[in-house]
């Protein structure tokens, strides 16, 4: 069974940078998609970036392209997004996602809560 563990949320301000990880177990991800979603109060989770784990082919949405990166390391099983140029409408609980290519993401993440100050 897949799991998923986010780490590296917090509390930082407007301009300020942070790493969240995402630890896999329980598969063999070589034909995974990984995502990162997130959700702010009120409104509904939204997608924020992929990567093909074998391709490491990404997307990024547009209101994170240019400061967020995604990245895999093979060796660690983990999923990185490196957020940078923080600003306070990016505050929201981020989740990891994994889909086996060409099906849904059926696998979560518990999110970790992202909190950027004005």
């Known amino acids: 069974q897949v799991q998923l563990e986010e780490s590296g949320g917090g509390l930082v301000q407007t301009g300020g940078s942070l790493r969240l990880s995402c630890a896999a177990s329980?598969?063999?991800?070589?034909?995974?998609?990984m995502g990162w979603f997130r959700q702010a109060p009120g409104k509904e989770r939204e997608f924020v970036a992929n990567i093909r784990w074998s391709s490491r082919s990404t997307a990024y949405a547009e209101a994170v392209k240019g400061r967020f990166t995604i990245s895999v390391d093979n060796s660690k099983n983990t999923v990185f997004l490196q957020m940078n140029s923080l600003k306070p409408e990016d505050t929201a609980v981020y989740y990891c996602?994994?889909?086996?290519?060409?099906?849904?993401?059926?696998?979560w993440g518990q999110g970790t809560q992202v909190t950027v100050s004005s």
């Open positions: 996602a994994a889909a086996v290519l060409g099906q849904s993401y059926n696998n």
């Open positions: 329980g598969g063999t991800f070589i034909n995974y998609v």
